[in-house]
């Protein structure tokens, strides 16, 4: 069977993409986004299977990637595999859809009989990575495996892809690895860049603590220089706010890509859902935007970056009920 592989690019998404290649082997593998997907969908075209990986459906492009996909579900088998919150309504025959559990949970045990087992510990470097390792799967799981080792390897995934965050074919490399169960600590260049990942994520923490703004209701970062996922966590932490964003400036297409992170909210206070907050904010402005509830992402165009922030602080405190 000619089988064709999409995926995300961060840890989850490596890993995924790691076990769907390991269950049909010889596959090429893609990274996409969420934006991304619409178009390079198209290179599905002639394949007995399509596997999709850790893609958020965003709202603004929904209608159109499902009317895409099931047109080519018509000739193909398609797999669509995703852990992020769906639009209202949203359903399909091929997609595979758990908002709790991690990406890579969830291609791994789609694909179980079709992996050796030993390869749950790459499924599980994905659910660390992806902050989804307390789910009753994944803790049966770390039972078979020390779990200082297994964090120990996650860690190295996580850390080290950081410093090539943007070379997709380092990242391919990656996945080939991963599926033919490498450690990642075998990993020369993963073992290197942790080290060096590690180092910079430090020198991160300490420009954010010094350069935080904060707003009534969030804190921001701009042009971190580093990871912007962490970046958006330390100017939550920094900016003792429940929630931090971080922004960085694109000057070719004169657009900010944001990260946003938020804080499990006390039993007493409402949490907010970052996934409605930013993926309707960033359409209003002609941006696109989504992802978890604690956790998500977007683009907004320059010119109206300044007022999105009032825009998005205004939101904030109104889904946390501050006055």
Not at 12 to 41: E, H, K, M, Q, Y
Request: hydrophobic share 40%.
């Amino acid at each position: 069977m000619k089988s064709i592989i999409f995926t995300h690019s961060d840890s989850d998404g490596i890993c995924s993409g790691a076990l769907a290649l390991a269950a049909n082997r010889d596959s090429p593998v893609f990274f996409t986004n969420a934006v991304a997907i619409l178009s390079d969908i198209e290179q599905a075209r002639g394949f007995d299977r399509v596997i999709i990986c850790d893609i958020a459906i965003n709202i603004p492009v929904s209608k159109k990637l499902k009317a895409k996909i099931d047109e080519i579900s018509e000739e193909s088998e398609v797999i669509y595999i995703d852990h992020h919150p769906l639009p209202e309504g949203f359903d399909a025959p091929w997609l595979i859809s758990d908002v709790t559990a991690s990406a890579s949970e969830l291609t791994f045990y789609h694909f179980k009989n079709d992996l050796d087992p030993n390869m749950s510990r790459v499924a599980l470097y994905g659910a660390i990575g992806d902050y989804r390792d307390n789910t009753d799967r994944v803790c049966d799981l770390v039972s078979d495996w020390d779990k200082r080792s297994l964090y120990y390897q996650a860690g190295t995934l996580s850390q080290g892809m950081e410093v090539g965050r943007r070379d997709y074919d380092f990242k391919r490399d990656i996945v080939r690895l991963l599926s033919v169960n490498t450690l990642p600590s075998e990993i020369p260049v993963l073992a290197k860049n942790a080290i060096i990942s590690a180092r910079k994520e430090n020198e991160l923490r300490v420009m954010v603590e010094r350069d935080v703004i904060r707003m009534k209701n969030f804190s921001y970062m701009l042009n971190p220089n580093g990871c912007m996922s962490k970046a958006a966590i330390y100017a939550r932490v920094y900016g003792r706010t429940t929630v931090g964003l971080a922004a960085e400036y694109r000057e070719h297409k004169d657009v900010y890509d944001i990260s946003v992170r938020a804080k499990c909210c006390p039993v007493d206070k409402p949490n907010i859902n970052l996934n409605l907050i930013i993926s309707r904010l960033t359409e209003n402005y002609g941006g696109s935007g989504g992802g978890h509830p604690l956790a998500a992402g977007g683009r907004v165009p320059a010119s109206a970056f300044k007022e999105f922030l009032l825009e998005l602080d205004s939101a904030v405190g109104e889904a946390l009920g501050n006055k």
